[in-house]
Each structure stands twice: as structure tokens, then as C-alpha cells.
């Protein structure tokens, strides 16, 4: 019963967010990239269901206790579900998020950044006098463009 319980739960994987946003050209080394996830219950939790056999109940809550963010280039940061960027905000994440250190067209074929994210749901389920706990990984990709931009600086003496 448990099993079903588990397998009536809707989780999805997470809905990636970024400023800038995939398919944008706006990604730039050493500029603050922020990383979050749409806030429903389907995506973060708590998610929950229950199953009825006879006298018996189990009843399943699920909750995403991490998302791992995989940013390309050898980086993973670990975080819940970030924060969403205001336009106009300036400086890095508060909770979430990465500044590349090298263009992604320099070092990746396709010139993007494979960013993978996934999330950890915890499932904890309860009766007939039994109790349980399991997890589940579910993962979302995209790409992001980071370019580099070089200034050349001029004195105006002769």
C-alpha cells in the first residue's frame, strides 16, 4: 500500500528559472547567474496522498529537501528552491546561484553551458502500524550562453 501511495503523488522535476535566462545572450564570466524553481506543490511539496484498503490507511508526504544545480563547467551548488530575480536587482543570489569563471563557447561544442537540475524529494509514509521513508531524484536541463566581454582602455594622451 505504501508502494501505491508513493506512485499516486504528483512530483515533478524542477522548472528551471535563471537570470539570464536560457536562450539568452546575456550570460557574461564573473557576472552573478541567479537559479531558482517555480514555488507549486508539485515541484517543491508538500505533496500528499493516501491509499484505503479495509481499516488500513498509508499516507504519503513528499518534499524536496535539496536541488542539486549541475552549472557545466565542474560546478554543482546545492540549494532549496533559490530566490527569484527582480529585474534591476544587482549582485549575486542570496541563495542560489553561480559566477562562471570561462565562456561557455570556448569550452563546450555548441558554445553552451549544460545546466542539469535535480531535485531530492524526501516520501515519508505512515500506517498500519508501519512507517517508512524514501527518496526520489527528478531532473530538469537547459543551456545557458556565457560569454566574455573585454574592455579596452584608452588614456587620451598623446
Given at each position: ?7 499516486s ?40 496522498q ?35 530575480y ?73
Amino acid at each position: 500500500m505504501a508502494e501505491q501511495a508513493i506512485a499516486s503523488l504528483v512530483l515533478r522535476a524542477p522548472e528551471i528559472r535563471m537570470a539570464p535566462p536560457p536562450g539568452s545572450s546575456g550570460g557574461l564570466v564573473g557576472v552573478p547567474v541567479w537559479m531558482w524553481t517555480e514555488r507549486r506543490s508539485d515541484l517543491l511539496g508538500p505533496a500528499r496522498q493516501s491509499v484505503t484498503a479495509g481499516a488500513v490507511t498509508v499516507a504519503a508526504v513528499a518534499q524536496v529537501s535539496r536541488i542539486a544545480w549541475d552549472m557545466g563547467d565542474g560546478t554543482t551548488v546545492l540549494c532549496g528552491a533559490g530566490t527569484p530575480y527582480t529585474p534591476g536587482t544587482q549582485g549575486a543570489s542570496p541563495d542560489c546561484g553561480h559566477v562562471y569563471a570561462h565562456a561557455s563557447d570556448r569550452h563546450v561544442p555548441g558554445g553552451l553551458w549544460p545546466v542539469t537540475a535535480t531535485s531530492t524529494w524526501t516520501i515519508t509514509w505512515t500506517g498500519g502500524g508501519l512507517s517508512g521513508t524514501e527518496t526520489l531524484e527528478l531532473t530538469s536541463t537547459t543551456q545557458l550562453f556565457v560569454g566574455e566581454l573585454h574592455v579596452l582602455n584608452q588614456d587620451g594622451s598623446d
